[in-house]
């Protein structure tokens, strides 16, 4: 059974930092890519960011310049370091994976984030 499981979330000041991280257990035949999508109250989920087995990135023109997205294949974990966070930063924070022929998706349980003085 694939689990993945977030942690690093908090309450945190604008202009401040978070560092998410997601650890992937389970048998899993290949990890296609990982990233990370968020959802703020009263919207749908969005993307942040992927990064493909191979280290390529997308970022969401809001995170650009911002965020930054890094994988530890070895560990099968995937990091999200939040830098000049703003208030509109603040969502729940998912993690996601894509593995195998079919590019199947498994989701994390969310970890939230704050971005408020």
């Known amino acids: 059974q694939v689990q993945l499981v977030e942690s690093g979330g908090g309450l945190v000041q604008p202009g401040g930092s978070l560092r998410l991280s997601c650890a992937v257990s389970g048998s899993i035949s290949r990890i296609n890519a990982m990233g990370w999508y968020r959802q703020a109250p009263g919207k749908q989920r969005e993307l942040v960011t992927t990064i493909t087995s191979r280290g390529s990135t997308n970022y969401a023109e809001s995170v650009k310049g911002r965020f930054t997205i890094s994988r530890d294949n070895a560990k099968n974990t995937v990091y999200l370091q939040m830098n000049s966070l703003k208030a509109e930063d603040t969502a729940v924070y998912y993690c996601?994976?894509?593995?195998?022929?079919?590019?199947?998706?498994?989701w994390g349980q969310g970890t939230q984030v704050t971005v408020s003085s």
């Open positions: 996601n994976i894509r593995v195998g022929e079919l590019d199947y998706a498994y």
